[in-house]
Nanobody
Framework: VQLQASGGGLVQAGGSLRLSCAAS????????MGWYRQTPGKQRELVAH???????RYADSVKGRFTISRDNTNKTVYLQMSSLKPEDTAVYYC?????????????WGQGTQVTVSS
């Protein structure tokens, strides 16, 4: 499974960005998909994930501001980020798993930088 992320960039605080991640390869086996983020010196943290059935889970820090969605036909996952804050600045990674939760043996995409200026 290969994951290709896009959509990062520079945005002012309060603005919005939409990240996309398309899977290719053995996509028939993919179950959960999601997004992580990482800042220098910190562990990668789960931002949001969505199961093949559409159940979602969010980190407390992004609830009400970020929305994860997916296209099961194309195995593409999206992250709509609104009301962005400087603390959302990070490298965002998409992930996919053959299991019900994305943090079990995930495949990783390349990171995409999101920078929120104050």
């Amino acid at each position: 499974v290969q994951l290709q992320a896009s959509g990062g960039g520079l945005v002012q605080a309060g603005g919005s960005l939409r990240l996309s991640c398309a899977a290719s390869g053995s996509i028939f086996s993919i179950n959960a998909m999601g997004w992580y983020r990482q800042t220098p010196g910190k562990q990668r943290e789960l931002v949001a994930h969505v199961t093949s059935g559409g159940s979602t889970r969010y980190a407390d820090s992004v609830k009400g501001r970020f929305t994860i969605s997916r296209d099961n036909t194309n195995k593409t996952v999206y992250l709509q980020m609104s009301s962005l804050k400087p603390e959302d600045t990070a490298v965002y990674y998409c992930a996919a798993s053959n299991y019900a939760v994305v943090y079990t043996r995930p495949y990783w995409g390349q990171g995409t930088q999101v920078t929120v200026s104050s």
